[in-house]
């Protein structure tokens, strides 16, 4: 048998006439010694997604915004949208936008893409219509 997703075999244990008497197991592929650097600069990094998020939903609630953003993507007039998005106070992190007639979908950045680094993404899937 073989598990494509761990790209190990899974060895079946050996049966005999007066049962099962050893199983065999995949071999450990040797991992290199933990460290959580990374991991530990992915999530302050995603810290700040979710701080900048905040303050796109708060905006979000604003009913006179959501509806000038609203009418502004059904016409089409994507470079308006971006700048609604971007004069949000405090708002600075790289968006992508995109939206249908049913809703719109926000590709958050972490901030260190500018530099070169791409540690996180959060994305922000909103209905906005049937």
């Given at each position: ?103 719109i979908i926000f590709d958050m950045e ?6 070169g680094a791409n540690c996180c993404t ?8 049937k």
């Open positions: 048998m073989y598990y494509a997703w761990y790209n190990l075999p899974v060895y079946q244990p050996i049966h005999h006439s007066r049962g099962i008497y050893r199983s065999q197991h995949a071999p450990m592929r040797p991992y290199p010694p933990v460290d959580p650097t990374i991991l530990s600069q992915s999530v302050k990094e995603f810290q700040t997604l979710m701080q900048q998020s905040e303050l796109l939903l708060n905006k979000l609630s604003d009913t006179e915004y959501s509806t000038k953003l609203m009418e502004t993507a059904q016409q089409g007039n994507q470079s308006e949208v971006d700048h609604l998005i971007q004069s949000i106070d405090g708002f600075y992190v790289p968006v992508q936008i995109s939206y249908t007639p049913s809703g972490s901030p260190a893409v500018s530099q959060l994305k922000i899937t909103l209905k906005w219509g």
